[in-house]
């Protein structure tokens, strides 16, 4: 809401912010969003190629953890391993 100013002012800092905590905690989406926000520059998010390879390579793990565990769609960062 805060990247779109929907219901509140628009704010790109805290948008960024409470969508990263939330790709930390775990969520699938929020890790695919902040890659397509970084890659694309949508709603005055800075383009960085730096910041979209890193969440798009951390949710593409996330999705092999989850095919394994054949359940949660929460996998938080510090449960991935890539040696798994």
């Not at 805060?2 to 775990?26: C, F, I, K, N, P």
């Not at 960085?48 to 390879?53: D, G, H, V």
Request: aromatic residues 10%.
């Amino acid at each position: 809401m805060y990247l779109l100013g929907e219901g509140t002012e628009q704010d790109v800092a805290e948008g960024l912010l409470w969508l990263t905590r939330s790709a930390m905690q775990g969520d699938w989406s929020a890790r695919r969003l902040l890659a397509d926000l970084y890659r694309n520059g949508y709603y005055g998010v800075a383009k960085s190629i730096e910041q979209a390879e890193r969440w798009a390579f951390l949710q593409k793990v996330t999705e092999i953890k989850m095919r394994r565990r054949r359940g949660s769609k929460r996998v938080r960062l510090d449960e991935l391993c890539l040696s798994d």
